[in-house]
């Protein structure tokens, strides 16, 4: 049995932890002019998609344009920019529209809300069961450690909805709504974050949903059902990215004990093995708001993430170096994976089935 | 217009309009400040002089206050505060930035301000200001670079016609080093005079200077800005003659902080990020950023009120006043606060 603590000597996890650091202190030194041009621009062709998306809404002719300028700007604005930007990638610039604590992006999960469940809660407690509430999402069994329950049987079906309503997921979230109906936390105490989720989403659907549809007059039934479109669109992607960014098969998960007192090189390796990368070209990356680095995106999740595709191989390398996996592969391979993986974890757990899919380091060590 | 803006809000939620306008042109912007440089200026060899026409937001200023002036080197921004050398009674805003050796605004500016630059602004704050109705008798008291708030008071009041006594003794290290030479002689009036002082030839401030140049200063309000070598003594002086009532003085060098980093205890918690140090006895600014962080600031010296932050709880010192702030959420400036024991900072 090779626990967490045990995977590398001592000297070895110190050794590794120093290299992850070496990595993070060279880009640290580099950030500057040339990181605040690149995100400006994708700022630009975001907005100005966004623009020619609502403004081809009134050429009927142009409605699948209008919606796919739409739809990227959407993935642009949650992905590359927002996602990113909230994590702190750009505080260093001390622009306020390039602020974590200050940027809101074009989706019904307010930023706060979400810096709290994403950033410090999924960050801090990558994979670990019963702490990294995205395992599962409060509605999943993705992870053969979470116990079986008839109601899992739904698994896929579930899996399904939440891609297409996404974003609302997302914002749904931070209600941290399991915990409530297990009656660990009160409705009452969501009344803050339940206030946030409101106006937020109540500003967002009044654009999308009545505002751009009434301004383009007759044309409103069309305008709605394109904003409609791109939203859909952007929920469909966004879940396949981050869904592939954790759940493939191989992609491991932690127990509170193996965790206790980790060290820095520990945390590291913890994000490594929670964490799988998808394989694509440049523009690729960019849609994906390069969590297609998802590893190293989780090894210094507040670099800017035009910065992975950098050092992906050094990272790489480095895990070779210590004998560890480096999860990654073409979207369609990690998409199929988790969908395996959903529909097998829907059923009860035999022995033949979970030893198949040995997804805790309580199992067996698989071969690098 | 109020409703046609509120519409567009709300159509460029969460954005807002001024993420949008600026791609088109940065001054276009409604809700943020900015200034395009209009006109470019180095009257010596060490400094540069600016003017700027503000945005939209802008709403004047009061001679003798500053602003804060901001500007992109590298992808970082910077912030420091200049105070405009103009009358408040013109559009436009004229800045005077001394070029120091270390400072990296002042240089970058010194050697970068074009025509046509776009710099980030705030609105004026301060209150190193004349009052009204302006007083019958005025003593303006300036050295170096200290000359910007109070030569913005004496083109204001000679704007307004004032028809009061004002004496401007100003100094500099000579002749070539008095910024603004040609306008001050310009503003000479027979009630408005100029007094210069040259410290390469002679002695910083002194009774004999001020006696000469207003024998009637002890009626009159005083206005001084400067470095430490000519405050100092001012203030001894006014101070020795009971007059410290009429003195108003505006500091733009740095008070002196002195910390006690021998005998600092307790942990400085950073909440927001979760981080944590032993206290260094330093100002938290600094203690946050060497934990990694990095916080907004600006001037780094208690005056732009740019690094504000909420202490949770715990006690600081203000190392400018000496005062103890101990009360739970209570807003301090990071740059010249020391935690005493264990604090929690909101960042
Ligand atoms: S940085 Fe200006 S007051 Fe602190």
Redesign the pocket.
């Given at each position: 049995m090779t626990g967490l603590q045990d995977r590398l000597t001592p000297a070895q996890i110190e050794e590794f932890g120093r290299e992850m650091d070496a990595i993070r202190r060279r880009i640290v030194a580099d950030l500057g002019a040339q990181d605040v041009d690149y995100i400006q621009n994708v700022i630009k062709t975001q907005r100005g998609l966004e623009v020619a998306g609502r403004a081809l809404m009134y050429f009927p002719p142009a409605w699948p344009a209008a919606v796919t300028a739409l739809a990227v700007s959407k993935i642009l604005d949650n992905m590359e920019i927002g996602h990113n930007v909230m994590h702190g990638q750009y505080d260093w610039t001390r622009d306020p529209a390039l602020s974590s604590q200050k940027f809101e992006w074009d989706n019904v999960a307010p930023a706060e809300n979400w810096r709290h469940s994403h950033n410090y809660v999924h960050h801090t407690y990558t994979n670990i069961l019963d702490k990294d509430r995205d395992i599962g999402y409060g509605i999943l069994r993705i992870d053969p450690a979470q116990k079986w329950h008839p109601y899992y049987l739904g698994n896929p079906v579930y899996a399904t909805l939440l891609a297409f309503i996404f974003q609302w997921g997302v914002m749904l979230h931070d209600l941290e709504f399991d915990r409530i109906v297990r009656g660990e936390r009160t409705w009452a105490d969501t009344k803050d974050v339940r206030g946030k989720m409101l106006r937020k989403a109540a500003r967002q659907v009044g654009k999308d949903y009545v505002l751009f549809p009434l301004l383009t007059g007759p044309l409103a039934p069309l305008t709605f059902a394109g904003n409609a479109t791109a939203n859909l669109a952007r929920n469909l992607w966004a879940f396949s990215i981050i869904f592939c960014g954790h759940f493939p098969a191989d992609v491991e998960s932690f127990t509170e004990e193996e965790t206790e007192n980790e060290s820095r090189g520990q945390w590291y390796l913890r994000q490594i093995l929670g964490s799988a990368n998808i394989t694509g070209g440049k523009l690729f990356h960019i849609m994906s708001g390069n969590l297609s680095h998802q590893i190293e995106h989780h090894l210094f999740p507040d670099i800017p993430a035009r910065r992975y595709p950098q050092i992906a191989a050094e990272v790489r390398a480095i895990c070779e170096k210590y004998g560890l996996p480096y999860n990654t592969g073409p979207l369609h391979k990690q998409l199929f994976s988790v969908a395996k993986k959903l529909v097998k974890l829907a059923l009860p757990p035999t022995p033949q089935r979970e030893s198949e899919e040995p997804s805790t380091l309580g199992a067996e060590p698989k071969a690098a | 217009m109020g409703k046609l803006a509120s519409l567009a809000e709300a159509l460029l939620t969460p954005h807002g309009m001024d993420r949008y306008l600026e791609l088109v042109d940065p001054m276009l912007v409604r809700r943020d400040l900015r200034g395009v440089v209009t006109a470019v200026r180095r009257q010596t060899t060490d400094t540069v002089t600016l003017t700027l026409r503000p945005s939209r937001a802008w709403r004047g200023f009061t001679a003798g206050q500053y602003v804060r002036l901001t500007v992109d080197i590298d992808g970082v921004r910077r912030?420091r505060?200049y105070s405009p050398t103009g009358s408040q009674h013109h559009d436009g805003l004229e800045l005077t930035v001394k070029a120091d050796p270390q400072g990296l605004v002042s240089r970058h500016l010194h050697t970068h301000a074009r025509p046509g630059l776009v710099l980030g602004l705030s609105q004026p704050d301060g209150t190193f200001t004349l009052p009204h109705p302006r007083p019958e008798r005025l003593v303006l008291i300036s050295g170096g670079s200290g000359i910007t708030p109070v030569l913005s008071m004496l083109r204001t009041l000679a704007d307004e016609g004032h028809d009061g006594e004002v004496v401007f003794l100003h100094y500099a290290n000579s002749a070539d080093d008095v910024l603004h030479r040609d306008e001050l002689a310009a503003l000479e009036r027979p009630n408005l005079r100029v007094v210069l002082g040259y410290t390469d030839d002679g002695e910083y401030f002194s009774l004999e200077h001020l006696k000469t140049a207003a024998p009637w200063y002890d009626t009159a309000e005083s206005y001084l800005c400067g470095p430490k070598q000519l405050m100092d003594p001012v203030r001894e002086l006014y101070a020795a003659e009971g007059l410290s009532e009429r003195l108003h003085t505006e500091e733009f060098t740095p008070p002196e902080l002195t910390f006690d980093t021998g005998s600092a205890t307790g942990q400085v918690r950073f909440a927001h990020s979760g981080r944590e140090v032993e206290n260094s006895g330093r100002p938290l600014?600094e203690q946050a950023e060497t934990a990694g962080l990095r916080p907004?600031?600006?001037?780094?010296?208690?005056?732009?009120?740019?690094?504000?932050q909420v202490k949770t709880r715990g006690t600081v010192r203000n190392a400018k006043s000496g005062e103890l702030l101990s009360e739970e959420n209570e807003e301090i400036?990071?740059?010249?606060s020391v935690p005493v024991g264990d604090v929690e900072i909101n960042c």
């Open positions: - | 912030t505060c600014l907004e600031h600006g001037c780094r010296m208690g005056i732009c009120f740019s690094c504000t400036q990071l740059c010249i």
